[in-house]
């Protein structure tokens, strides 16, 4: 059993009602959710039913079934007894699942693949780029006759419009709409509005899923919520199920979500939810709204349980969290966004505690500014490395902005020949799979062509040859047809000893064996379908584990293709692995996130500050604090904003939610680009607040004074307001840390 600390206490006290848990970084709030789910279903208090419990990522699911497992082995009950854990989508794949006639479509409903979304979308909006030719170039800024023209056309019509278009369409379902709701708003608002072109392109969106019979990932949450509310029959069978419903994350919560959860526990039920709304920070990507859990918090049929006592962190980083919101909330420069953080300090353990806070010999906590952004990659990259040789018991992380940072990042650790790890990317053994069967698939759809066959023999083959045996290989295709090699009649191959072309005996009788199997994959392709030919292949390359997944998912990524276009042939399936394969990527990152991820002492991690949100390191490295990445007053860039765009109508997003919720009601008329900045220096500043809790013991937070673009292009960038303030509380902290050490 373990030993609880105040807040987890009175949490673990609960037994019915609803209760809101705020609960502070590295305050164990798994640890007792997973405690008090043990406690209920050990007492009897959740049958005839079991305890819900909803979480965002699939690492989080693996990681509650372990943990309440293990406390329910510890009172010897079964570790599968009593509990269910699902992400939200998983949850709304149930609920549909009770009654799939709801949805018009058979029990086997597909949901569309987001590279297939991704496709569709743009091509529908291209569609309406050719046919509104004038609509789309109306808020564009660049004069046609100046050198930025053609640049500002492509970033606009070919990634940032679809973009939009995407996220709108996501925004509508949202808010709960249909396809008919939002046909009749589109009746009041003017064919110039970024609101009436994202209209158009959902309603041909929605069309294309209802013909194919398929849902997309919002489709699944709306579609749950609407059976919910239109069936109490089944809302009684799922709260007898499910007596208690436990929400993580719940910062992240969206309306939908919230509604669902309350409908599942009804107005006498039993609902908790745990959350931070410090740490909301996925408001730019999701639909995510952090009032959602604030208001649940303080209403009045609700029992609010802080936890606000943390061992993760030395007291000295403690105090700079704690700083960093007692800052934003009295000295922000911008009076808005004053509330973005919470009144809710983070405490260090007792004493006494079996986990107490960790410390160091000095203080730890230092700011630095480099002159260029170069510079600096390059500079903490070799601090870094230097820790890592110096410390290796330390775990180490380097926290970026975004993936343009994180790729120079990687560059500078590998060129220094360093071991390290890019959180959240896929590794070489799982692209290896893809690479490898992508390479089979192309070679056997067009078997005759001989580019195709040499790269598969020296990528996927042949490849424990050096090079230079490879390139006399290559001499044979000279001399020889490709019948003659791999069908060569009478079954004979054309030579009788080993040819000049593979002098190495090893690399003769490898090639022979290779040719063997290819005639062996050959024969196969033309006599089963492309998904079961991946399985084929799979099995004949021995795979197993992780890339025997891939290449599982492969085959149903591919059969899903089918479905929808059962005409096509292996070729057809080889042109269209571009555009599939960053679907199989996706998958191998949910694979990864069903592991979980646990820093590897000495070995440095690579990894974005919204990837970062609920890991730990001993010491961080957080970059680029500047005023591009951390906003903080209306001056400011932001990166929601279009600089090719008219200054009002810069921020599309922005524009069209602001109209569509005061079409709706939901809100006033106030100016949308000062409201979507207001958000995001809020987002960014809880971003920078949930980037220094990663740290334990150990924190460099940098920036620098000018961006570098490329040769020609470079500019003047001013630090985070923020990190000002932060660097003179290090300062007069260090200097008090002295005076105490000494003294």
């Known amino acids: 059993m373990i030993l609880l600390r105040p807040g987890q206490i009175e949490v673990a006290q609960y037994r019915k009602g609803f209760m809101a848990v705020p609960a502070v970084p590295g305050a164990g709030k798994t640890t007792v959710l997973a405690y008090l789910a043990s406690d209920l279903i050990a007492e009897g208090h959740t049958r005839p039913g079991k305890i819900l419990i909803v979480t965002v990522m699939n690492s989080a699911v693996s990681n509650f079934r372990a943990r309440v497992g293990n406390f329910l082995e510890e009172r010897d009950l079964s570790r599968n007894r009593g509990f269910e854990v699902k992400t939200l989508h998983s949850l709304a794949m149930s609920i549909l699942k009770e009654k799939p006639e709801f949805l018009l479509i058979n029990n086997e409903f597909q949901i569309i693949d987001e590279s297939l979304q991704w496709d569709l979308i743009s091509r529908l909006t291209w569609q309406w780029i050719d046919q509104n030719e004038a609509l789309w170039k109306s808020p564009l800024g660049v004069k046609e006759d100046t050198k930025w023209y053609d640049k500002a056309v492509e970033k606009w019509t070919q990634n940032n419009l679809p973009r939009f278009m995407k996220e709108m369409i996501s925004y509508l379902k949202s808010q ?337 064996h290779a040719i063997k199997k290819l005639q062996y994959w050959l024969d196969a392709s033309v006599a089963v379908p492309p998904d079961e030919l991946i399985l084929f292949l799979a099995e004949q390359m021995e795979l197993a584990g992780e890339p025997l997944a891939v290449a599982q998912n492969i085959a149903l990524q591919i059969k899903s293709e089918l479905d929808i276009h059962p005409t096509w042939k292996l070729l057809d399936i080889a042109t269209e692995l571009p555009r599939l394969e960053p679907a199989f990527r996706r998958f191998v990152k949910v694979l990864y996130e069903q592991k979980g991820f646990e820093p590897t002492p000495g070995k440095i991690s690579l990894i974005t500050a919204h990837k970062s949100k609920g890991l730990e390191w001993d010491t961080v490295y957080l970059t680029s604090v500047t005023a591009a990445e951390y906003p903080s007053t209306m001056e400011d860039n932001f990166r929601s904003e279009f600089w090719y765009l008219v200054e009002d109508r810069c921020n599309p997003g922005a524009i069209a939610r602001a109209e569509l919720k005061y079409l709706l009601g939901k809100g006033w008329k106030e100016d949308p680009l000062q409201r979507a900045k207001i958000d995001e220096i809020s987002e960014r500043l809880r971003l920078l607040y949930v980037a220094i809790t990663r740290a334990k013991k150990n924190l460099l937070i940098s920036c620098h004074k000018k961006t570098i673009f490329n040769e020609n292009f470079q500019k003047e960038i001013a630090i985070s307001r923020p990190l000002v303030a932060l660097e003179k509380f290090i300062a007069k902290e260090r200097d008090n840390y002295v005076v105490e050490k000494s003294g």
């Open 176 to 512: 709960g709409l249909t396809v008919d709701e939002v046909q009749k708003l589109r009746t009041n608002i003017d064919e110039y509005s970024y609101l009436s072109w994202a209209i158009e392109i959902f309603e041909e969106y929605s069309r294309w899923l209802y013909r194919n019979g398929m849902l997309d990932f919002d489709d699944l949450i709306l579609q749950a919520l609407r059976l919910l509310q239109k069936d109490e029959e089944l809302c009684q069978r799922l709260r007898k199920r499910w007596t208690y419903i436990f929400e993580d994350e719940a910062q992240d919560s969206n309306p939908l979500q919230e509604q669902i959860l309350h409908l599942l526990a009804g107005d006498e039920g039993n609902l908790v939810r745990v959350g931070d709304s410090n740490q909301a920070i996925m408001g730019t990507f999701t639909s995510a709204e952090p009032e959602i859990f604030r208001r649940f918090s303080k209403r009045q049929d609700v029992i609010q349980r802080s936890i606000l006592s943390s061992s993760r962190s030395t007291k000295e980083i403690i105090n700079l969290a704690n700083f960093l919101v007692k800052w934003s909330r009295s000295q922000h420069p911008e009076s808005a966004c004053r509330d973005a953080l919470e009144d809710q300090m983070i405490n260090p353990v007792r004493p006494d505690d079996p986990f107490p806070n960790p410390t160091t010999d000095n203080y730890t906590i230092a700011a630095k500014a480099f002159e260029d952004s170069k510079v600096e990659i390059a500079q903490v990259v070799k601090l870094a490395v230097r820790h890592a040789n110096t410390n290796p018991e330390n775990t180490i992380a380097i926290i970026v902005p975004n993936r343009y940072v994180q790729e120079e990042a990687a560059e500078e650790l590998k060129k220094l020949e360093v071991d390290f790890e890019e959180v959240g990317r896929i590794n070489s053994e799982q692209a290896k799979t893809i690479f490898d069967l992508k390479m089979v698939i192309q070679y056997l759809a067009e078997p005759h062509k001989i580019d195709y066959l040499l790269k598969l023999l020296r990528r996927v083959m042949l490849v424990d040859f050096p090079t230079e045996a490879l390139d006399s290989m290559e001499l044979l295709f000279k001399r020889y047809t490709l019948e003659e090699l791999i069908y060569p009649i009478g079954g004979e191959q054309p030579w009788l000893s080993y040819p000049d072309e593979l002098f190495d005996p090893d690399l003769f009788s490898a090639f022979n």
